[in-house]
């Protein structure tokens, strides 16, 4: 178990990270969500020993490991760029990190061979690095980084420099490459729908503060704070002072008898529903909505209660 306790870094007048405390369980695959300059590199690099915490401590199993040198803290690192060896082959790569751990010439073998099925690239072995695509690319560096069983994996948008298809694809399979090894991970992005993806618990961070850690499922139907919706992307926010509603997009459907009374604004088909802009006694809100509805129309909407949240002013 890794956890960050109470940690700030500042650098200057700049708090990157601020009092923040953050538990990480064995065989997790925690996401640490939050905008561009928000902290999340400067935690990659409290964990990896890189950056020193100008407070709070750094705890590793239960021991303070806030002055453990990087190499002696069992970290693998993936990064948005593959930063293959272009001089080695694919399986050259993979099994630098097996020589530095001193296992012999067999095991190596195969443990190579094992982390290219597990990454779909079974016979790319012999390939050089310069003939891969970038989807193969990250692949054979997800393989370089598990194949030394670390103790903790951390991914820094390993996906963003990807095309939409290809990072889909990597999104929908990394969750079961890093299960089948039990390796513990923290992964950083920007992206909700790719955090939701792949976390087991997301962490939202702004300006260096944590301010929700929750499963993707609760966090997105309880986001407890405005702060955390919006991030979310939770549009419809109404009510004022310390209780308002979150009322989400697909919490509405047309029926006579609904409780709300609205205008639409705007209707735009989206293949399986539409997305609609309506004004109401709540003020503009947008829906997804199975059924069509004219601009200019009034209709009656039912909202589900269990798509509707309260949350604090926040």
Do not use: Y
């Amino acid at each position: 178990m890794w956890e960050l306790r109470n940690i700030s870094v500042r650098f200057g007048a700049v708090s990157a990270l601020d009092d923040l405390s953050l538990t990480i369980e064995k065989g997790q695959i925690m996401v640490v969500l939050g905008p561009s300059g928000c902290g999340k590199s400067t935690l990659l690099r409290v964990l990896a020993g890189l950056q020193p915490p100008d407070e709070g401590t750094v705890w590793i199993d239960g021991l303070d490991a806030t002055d453990r040198a990087p190499h002696r803290r069992g970290i693998g690192v993936m990064f948005q760029a593959p930063t293959l060896f272009p001089h080695r082959t694919v399986a050259q790569n993979i099994e630098f990190g097996l020589r530095m751990v001193g296992l012999d010439r067999p095991g190596r073998a195969a443990r190579v061979a094992e982390m290219l099925d597990l990454v779909g690239l079974p016979d790319f072995g012999d390939r050089t690095v310069e003939n891969l695509s970038g989807g193969e690319a990250q692949r054979v560096a997800l393989a370089r980084s598990l194949a030394p069983e670390p103790a903790l994996l951390l991914l820094d948008e390993p996906l963003a420099a990807l095309d939409r298809s290809l990072r889909d694809r990597l999104v929908a399979e990394l969750p079961a490459m890093l299960r089948a090894t039990g390796t513990t991970a923290v992964h950083v992005t920007h992206d909700h729908d790719e955090a939701f993806a792949i976390a087991d618990r997301v962490a939202v961070v702004e300006r260096g503060r944590l301010l929700r850690v929750a499963p993707p499922e609760r966090l997105f139907a309880d986001p407890q704070t405005e702060a955390v919706a919006r991030f979310l992307g939770h549009v419809n926010i109404v009510g004022e002072g310390g209780s308002r509603r979150v009322i989400r997009r697909d919490a509405a459907t047309i029926d006579e008898e609904g409780e709300l009374r609205v205008t639409v604004v705007e209707s735009r088909f989206r293949g399986d529903h539409h997305d609609v802009t309506v004004s109401s006694d709540l003020g503009m809100l947008e829906f997804r909505l199975t059924e069509s509805a004219s601009p200019g129309a009034q209709i009656q909407l039912r909202l589900d209660p269990a798509r509707v949240a309260v949350i604090g002013g926040n």
